[in-house]
């Protein structure tokens, strides 16, 4: 699933990677140096859930019983300081503005995943 937030676009799928699954959500944006580059991944696995903030850095561990409400409320409260941490041009404010609506949307299309096997 895609939903677009001004110049950024996120995509979610759930994602079966050998050992572990779970959803990922990617944010693509543009940066200084690309039109539109992968920014931030957050991989709410059931084993080892993390983020990639950019991917110069090493992921980041979520140590939170439920990774995917998490990193909701993560992007909720700190999506703008992530996007410059991983070197994307900054939200307008038409694009804060319209966040909570995106997450909404992301939240509902999570409980639609695959039951897990």
């Not at 994602?15 to 690309?34: C, E, F, H, M, Q």
């Not at 039109?35 to 979520?62: A, M, N, T, W």
């Not at 694009?95 to 949307?105: F, G, I, R, T």
């Amino acid at each position: 699933m895609e939903e677009r937030l001004g110049r950024f676009v996120f995509s979610t799928e759930y994602r079966d990677v050998g050992n572990d699954k779970g959803l990922t959500i990617r944010v693509l944006g543009p940066t200084a140096s690309s039109q539109q580059e992968e920014v931030l991944r957050f991989d709410c696995f059931e084993k080892q859930p993390h983020y990639h903030v950019g991917f110069s850095e090493p992921p980041v561990p979520i140590e939170a019983p439920d990774s995917f409400r998490w990193t909701v409320e993560k992007l909720r409260r700190e999506f703008g300081k992530l996007l410059l941490g991983a070197g994307a041009l900054p939200l307008n404010a038409n694009e804060e503005n319209a966040l909570a609506d995106v997450l909404a949307v992301i939240e509902k299309t999570a409980n639609q995943k695959p039951a897990k096997s």
